[in-house]
């Protein structure tokens, strides 16, 4: 989920211009024209296939380009890509370069900048967390085998020139042109196979902007690199990531004239910062969906079985999400009916089961009676959260409603940084439900749900950090991806939906708004279809 927010995904901590002359001449950037946005330390190094949250998301996306890029509505647009062709079922796709692609340190972005990289991010021996999105690719279930170096190649892809590849599937992947532009695809350069926790450190990308320094902790500073030439036109020198661990803090700063943009509003604020003279706000319907997951294994909760299903469908029912919405969120957020987004191809109202994402006291009650009839729970339930992305009056609001609607005992449990708490859910070393989210990494449900709630995703291969797995689901994936249409693809993807609004792997929590604030005298500001800034059209 960019990873669960990741992209996944972007809350704080949920999870592209002029600088493209080709010459490294113009690549040092600087000058005024320098914004500066709010972020979280990235929770790894930024190398892309193991980047799916937004603190490395942020700058990771404007240092990497991938096949495709996306416009700020979501279209899908060829980038480095000259030609993406499919066969007539969608089981192999050749691949044409554009002439003349550099990396910022001005070595060429061949076909093999690719069919490398991925095969690097599949291969299970090297524990990236993008993995699950090769899946499709022919030679994938190899890869995931023990005793390999990680090395081994997908035997799906193959190089035929410089600027030549083909990609064979294992399945029909109707969605795959539009995939590709997520940052798990992007090219890598031959250094990063030298030493690639170094080049985490100091990554070399193809994107319109590259990497000048990162003191971690304070900030991530990038200047124009010289050697894109792509669709993005930057009308800034540079973009500065400053890490912030309080949203309060980073929004008295733009209030205050000492940061530009900031891509969130803390909830506190939310009531007024439509109307407050000192910022240019911005608020309108997005892409982002927040949940709290709950581990499939979870005493009590098991997935698959009645009482697991029963308590997690009295626990959605208990949550007063019109009250959140309203009063806790002020506006900034819309009660949720699916898993995906209303900004979501395909996405429709009138699932069966997002009854169970209705605020239902009695009905809460009764299914929680039933549940201990099977085995009674006395064990506390909690949820835990990232402190420092200002949720705590949205999981303090979401544990008052379950504690007085069931009568049991719940907690909201912080932890300091978005950092650590990625870290203990990647460990699995939560035992309760964890705050989790969505941030699309191109504009389709099989993004928010595969990516989320296939089995394949799950225990370190992708964004299934609840480790969900229903066998019926995961069928309906593998038919998703051989359907004739996108619009026969959305049927069944709907039909997906209805088995998660029962199981409820993770219960829905509300749509996030695309709000954000900027500093008055910034330029451009606006927000695209994954409710972030166009970071390249600042300026000022």
Request: glycine share 10%.
């Amino acid at each position: 989920m960019v990873a669960f927010l990741a992209t996944m995904a972007v809350t704080a901590g949920t999870l592209a211009g002029c600088g493209g002359s080709g010459s490294a001449s113009k690549a040092s950037g600087g000058g005024d024209n320098v914004i500066t946005v709010f972020d979280s330390e990235p929770q790894n190094p930024l190398i892309p296939g193991n980047t799916n949250e937004t603190g490395g998301s942020r700058p990771g996306s404007q240092i990497f380009a991938e096949l495709v890029s996306f416009d700020s509505n979501g279209k899908a647009q060829n980038e480095v890509a000259q030609s993406i062709t499919p066969n007539s079922d969608s089981t192999q796709y050749s691949i044409k370069l554009k002439p003349g692609w550099k990396f910022s340190d001005g070595t060429p972005v061949t076909a093999q900048s690719f069919t490398r990289a991925w095969s690097y991010v599949a291969n299970v021996k090297n524990v990236q967390k993008c993995a699950s999105f090769f899946s499709t690719i022919k030679g994938y279930d190899d890869l995931q085998q023990k005793g390999l170096n990680g090395t081994e190649q997908l035997s799906g892809l193959k190089v035929l020139d410089d600027t030549t590849f083909t990609v064979d599937m294992s399945k029909p992947d109707s969605i795959f042109p539009v995939k590709v532009g997520y940052m798990a695809f992007a090219p890598l350069p031959d250094s990063f196979y030298k030493d690639p926790k170094a080049f985490g450190d100091k990554p070399v990308g193809n994107g319109p902007y590259k990497l000048a320094e990162w003191s971690h902790g304070q900030e991530i500073r990038l200047v124009r690199n010289g050697y894109y030439h792509g669709n993005v036109k930057p009308r800034n020198q540079g973009i500065t990531f400053r890490i912030y661990t309080k949203v309060d803090a980073a929004y008295a700063d733009v209030q205050g004239g000492n940061l530009d943009v900031m891509d969130t509003v803390p909830p506190a604020d939310t009531k007024s910062f439509m109307s407050d003279p000192t910022v240019v706000a911005y608020n309108k319907p997005g892409s982002i969906i927040q949940m709290f997951s709950i581990p499939s294994n979870l005493e009590h909760f098991k997935s698959g079985t009645e009482e697991g299903t029963l308590r997690r469908q009295a626990v959605s029912m208990s949550i007063d999400r019109k009250s959140i919405v309203t009063k806790v969120l002020n506006g900034t957020g819309t009660q949720p009916v699916d898993f995906t987004s209303p900004k979501t191809p395909g996405f429709s109202e009138n699932l069966k089961g997002k009854e169970n994402l209705v605020y239902n006291p009695s009905k809460a009650k009764e299914l929680w009676e039933k549940a201990d009839a099977i085995s009674k729970d006395v064990d506390p339930f909690a949820i835990s959260y990232n402190a420092d992305g200002g949720n705590k009056p949205i999981y303090d609001a979401i544990v008052n409603s379950i504690k007085n609607t069931l009568g049991i005992k719940v907690s909201a449990d912080p932890v300091p940084t978005f950092q650590e708490f990625r870290n203990l859910v990647d460990k699995r070393q939560i035992k309760g439900g964890f705050r989790s989210g969505w941030t699309p990494d191109y504009p389709s449900a099989e993004d928010y749900l595969f990516q989320c709630y296939d089995s394949e995703a799950g225990h370190g291969n992708g964004a299934n950090d609840g480790d969900y797995s229903n066998s019926r689901f995961d069928e309906l994936m593998t038919q998703a991806y051989a359907a004739p249409s996108t619009d026969a693809a959305n049927v069944i993807y709907g039909q997906a939906q209805e088995i998660l609004l029962n199981d409820l792997p993770a219960i829905p929590l509300y749509y996030d708004n695309a709000h954000g604030v900027a500093m008055k005298g910034v330029k451009g500001f606006q927000m695209d279809w994954q409710n972030q800034s166009v970071y390249s059209e600042l300026h000022k």
